[in-house]
């Protein structure tokens, strides 16, 4: 069945790739048409050279802001689904730790990160953990949902086949948390990024450890502005790839069982 | 399909006289925003009976069910299973299964995983489980369907392999709260017909709550009609009719007359409720 294979391809992926190829075309000809200086809005092609150009140091921004992303991230996750599970113990523990959750949740990252980066002295540091802040919470309440939510004829079949407490949370809550905890992660690992990023900018670390956003800052102290588009376009590549990751993550995890990843039978 | 070995000698036969599988002393039941769901009810089921419970919306039937699996709790009164505690329940010769209104099976597992369940909840080692599981799919005709997770397959069949969980424990006793009253009347009779041959040749004690006249005319050694308002006993009728039962029986006129006598009892039934069951 190839030939419907590949139309079926062709249908999903052909429609936004000619859109994109066309929205850059369009840029392209505006900006070459219009006149319009590169300080205001470089062209596609300027921003590819000056991608190019700057390839080396940009990769290395690239690497450390996704290495606080990372850490960031495997933080969050760590210590958000510890704090579901502790608060899938009782209702006193959630209803006395929750408030103070959406608290930091609802806190704007740029809000607290000055505050971080005085208080922690490693720079370092203080940047993993504002993109813990932020990439924390969805895991937290996404995990303690999914944890509760539990099928509740299957709770009745394992308390008549007297099940052990722990026999019903590896073979019954933890599965049934699953699709939640992988829709979680897929709003978490966005928000790690970018409270990495934001993090960097409040910060504003140049030298080795120097991130994207520092570029993105340097850049604009030197109106270089095709870099900065460079440096921006990274960022978002960055994101798609984590974005699409977790989604593959979570298709093969789920995809035999649950009804999000099925996919739709011709 | 080979006949399994009987637990007990006394199940074969004459049901009547045979050890009591349950026994209801005095239970009642009121709920915790003091409606209440039963009146002290005192019901015996003997080892290898099939009895039905029958009534209107409200009268108590699933919770008589749930007090049997011991889900709940009476307020009242007591329950004796093997003429013992539920503490030992589960033993040899004092297994339980139920299966439910909805398949509830874990959609993450496999059929195979789902039937094994209760072998691996007993933690018996995978061998010794697999070929139980094997025959608990045969006996329900899903041999070849192991392999498939339970949204390949259609409501009956999911129905199935809910049964055959329930069989792979070889229960002494299986409560089932109508267990195919969410299926088409074709599936429902094929399930019927093949649930009372499991039934005469496995020997089981069977508590079956049903809305259906004719399936519980079909299935039961007994009947009990149950009235709402409070939740109580109303009538019990007796199916004399050998086993197995196939379509002839399905279709005579001693079917019919049962019906019709089931079908006057639950209109009396419905009349001594609270209120009408139309209204």
């Known amino acids: 069945m190839t030939p419907l294979a ?16 066309a929205m850059l075309a369009a840029w392209e000809a505006a900006c070459r048409w219009f006149e319009i200086p590169v300080f205001l809005v470089p062209a596609p092609s300027v ?25 960031a991230f495997a933080l969050a996750i760590v210590i958000g689904v510890l704090t579901a599970f502790l608060f899938v113990q009782s209702r006193a523990i959630e209803r006395s730790l929750f408030p103070y959750a959406v ?61 052990s407490g722990l026999q019903t949370l590896l073979r019954l809550r933890i599965p049934s948390a699953l699709p939640y905890f992988f829709a979680g992660l897929r709003i978490s690992s966005g928000l790690a990024l970018i409270g990495a990023v934001v993090a960097e900018f409040v910060a504003g ?31 978002t590549i960055a994101g798609v790839v984590l974005f699409v990751a977790m989604a593959g993550l979570s298709a093969w995890a789920l995809g035999g069982w649950h009804d999000s990843e099925r996919r739709i039978e011709a | 399909m080979a006949a399994a070995p009987l ?7 004459a049901p009547a006289e045979a050890a009591p599988a349950v026994e209801i002393l005095g239970v009642d039941k009121v709920f915790a925003d003091g409606t209440r769901g039963l009146t002290p009810i005192d019901l015996t089921v003997a080892q290898g009976e099939f009895v039905s419970l029958i009534g209107p919306s409200g009268c108590g039937k699933s919770t008589l069910l749930s007090l049997i699996a011991n889900l709940i709790q009476p307020t009242d009164g007591r329950l004796l ?93 299986l409560l089932m709260d109508e267990p195919f009253g969410a299926l088409d009347e074709f599936t429902r009779n094929r399930l019927d017909s093949d649930l009372s041959e499991l039934w005469r040749l496995r020997g089981f004690t069977t508590i079956f709550v049903t809305h259906s006249i004719y399936e519980a005319v079909f299935l039961s050694t007994r009947i009990v009609v149950m009235a709402a308002q409070p939740g109580r006993l109303f009538r019990e009728i007796e199916i004399d009719e050998p086993f197995p039962r196939g379509d002839a029986f399905r279709t005579s006129a001693k079917f019919a007359d049962y019906c019709r006598e089931l079908s006057v009892a639950l209109m009396e039934a419905s009349l001594a409720s609270g209120r009408g069951r139309d209204r």
């Open chain 2, 81 to 173: 299973w093997w003429r013992g505690g539920f503490d030992k329940v589960g033993q040899p010769g004092r297994r339980l299964s139920i299966v439910f209104q909805d398949a509830t099976l874990m959609p993450w597992a496999r059929v195979e995983g789902n039937v094994r369940l209760p072998l691996d909840l007993a933690r018996m080692p995978k061998d010794e489980a697999a070929p139980r599981v094997d025959e608990a799919l045969a006996l329900v005709g899903l041999s070849s369907h192991g392999r498939l997770y339970p949204r390949q397959l259609s409501g009956g069949m999911r129905m199935r392999v809910s049964i055959a969980r329930a069989l792979v424990t070889e229960p002494d006793m």
């Open chain 2, 7 to 13: 637990p007990s000698p006394s199940l074969a036969m």
């Open chain 1, 47 to 71: 921003v590819a050279d000056s991608f190019l150009n700057n390839a080396s140091s940009l990769f290395r921004a690239l690497g450390s802001t996704l290495k606080v992303t990372f850490i």
């Open chain 1, 6 to 21: 590949h139309s079926e391809r062709f249908k999903t992926y052909f429609p936004p790739v000619a859109t994109g190829i």
């Open chain 1, 103 to 163: 608290m930091l949740q609802v806190t704007p990252i740029v809000a607290i990160a000055p505050l971080l980066i005085i208080l922690v002295k490693d720079t370092q540091t203080a940047l993993v953990l504002c993109a813990t802040l932020i990439a924390l919470f969805p895991i937290i309440s996404n995990t303690t949902i999914g944890l509760r939510t539990v099928d509740p004829g299957l709770a009745n079949l394992f308390r008549i086949n007297k099940a």
């Open chain 1, 205 to 235: 670390t140049g030298g080795r450890s120097a991130g994207l956003a520092y570029e993105i800052l340097q850049s604009g102290f030197e109106l270089d502005i095709p870099r900065m588009f460079a440096a921006l376009f990274l960022i």
